[in-house]
């Protein structure tokens, strides 16, 4: 995690990342139990979308620091390009 992490914000990120693995877990017990399809379908929509708030998260701290601080030293674009090519990846995904 980036130094630019408070312990507050790394311990709510990694709250998240508990219950998400709860979800999948749940996701796996339900596909050992043969769930009706919809209803695991369902539920991995759920997990997708808390992974992607984790990952929206991250990117508004790497903006608000990683970000800031490189283009406040002049040296903006390569972090610029990181973000580009990362939500580019993440459009490509939905």
């Given at each position: 995690m980036a130094s630019h992490h408070t312990?507050?914000?790394?311990?709510?990120?990694?709250t998240r990342l508990r219950r998400i693995e709860g979800q999948v877990r749940g996701i796996q017990r339900m596909v050992d139990e043969d769930q009706y399809c919809i209803d695991i379908l369902t539920q991995i929509a759920g997990a997708q979308s808390a992974?992607?708030?984790?990952?929206?998260?991250?990117i508004e701290r790497h903006m608000n620091h990683c970000v800031t601080e490189a283009i406040q030293e002049g040296k903006g674009?390569?972090?610029i390009k990181e973000i580009i090519q990362i939500l580019q990846r993440y459009t490509r995904m939905s």
């Open positions: 312990t507050d914000e790394k311990q709510k990120l990694l992974l992607n708030q984790v990952a929206l998260k991250l674009e390569e972090k």
